[in-house]
């Protein structure tokens, strides 16, 4: 069945680090991918998308790219604040049957100053 | 402002004890759908409806029942709960005709059953 696996947190880095989560899928159509973060104590926020293989999500400073060839949609940031810390989801979408979102387990990152 | 709300934001309740966590959206969206979010495990389906009257499972549904008498409520409601329902729980809803095929998330229902 479809799955998405992230990276393994928690992740610890120092403010204006670059960051990288790895994010892979595994889906019989062709998925669309999101990032949702969930801050402290919150719900889920979309923090972007992508439709298709080679489309570039991006906001706040993030961004992710769907590569289908590698059926990955790593997310990135040049430098991250210390209001970047949250947990980060990764999830797949297929428009058929439930229509559900596939989530990965999240990361939670945490950025000290 | 667009949303979707859920109530109780926080429950602690004992086992056995019926009760009903309520989803209502302000978007008209057909699309809701119940997940849990449980640590190492991320979010995963429960429940989810198409549109009024047309409910269906999940990945996940045992010991759950769900309703949709109107557009924008959507009901899960646990018959006995039990402490492995633990968990936090998340109603979301999307536009049937969006091809942004984005979905919109309450703020969550922390419930804990002992």
């Known amino acids: 069945g479809d799955s998405v696996t992230q990276m393994e947190g928690p992740v610890t880095l120092s403010e204006e680090a670059c960051l990288t989560i790895?994010?892979?899928?595994?889906?019989?159509?062709?998925?669309?991918l999101f990032w949702y973060v969930q801050y402290p104590g919150e719900g889920l926020q979309l923090l972007l998308k992508?439709?298709?293989?080679?489309d570039k999500g991006s906001n706040k400073g993030f961004e992710a790219t769907y590569r289908k060839e590698t059926t990955s949609f790593h997310l990135e940031k040049g430098s991250v604040q210390v209001s970047d810390s949250a947990v980060y989801f990764c999830?797949?979408?297929?428009?058929?049957?439930?229509?559900?979102?596939?989530f990965g387990q999240g990361t939670r990152l945490t950025i000290n100053p | 402002e667009a949303q979707v709300t859920q109530n109780p934001r926080y429950l602690i309740t004992v086992t056995g004890k019926k009760l009903t966590v309520t989803c209502s959206q302000n978007?008209?969206?057909?699309?809701m759908s119940w997940y849990r979010q449980d640590p190492g495990l991320g979010l995963r389906q429960i429940y989810y409806?198409?549109?009024?009257?047309?409910?269906d499972k999940g990945d996940v549904p045992e010991g759950y029942k769900v309703s949709r008498k109107e557009k924008r409520n959507f009901p899960l409601i646990l018959e006995s709960p039990s402490p492995n329902q633990t968990s936090l729980y998340f109603c979301?809803?999307?536009?049937?005709?969006?091809?942004?095929?984005?979905?919109?998330f309450g703020p969550g229902t922390r419930l804990t059953v002992t």
């Open positions: 979301a809803s999307r536009d049937y005709d969006s091809f942004s095929y984005e979905q919109y």
């Open positions: 790895n994010c892979t899928y595994t889906a019989t159509g062709y998925p669309s």
């Open positions: 992508a439709t298709k293989a080679d």
């Open positions: 999830a797949s979408f297929i428009i058929q049957g439930a229509q559900k979102l596939v």
């Open positions: 978007m008209n969206h057909e699309y």
């Open positions: 409806s198409m549109n009024v009257e047309v409910t």
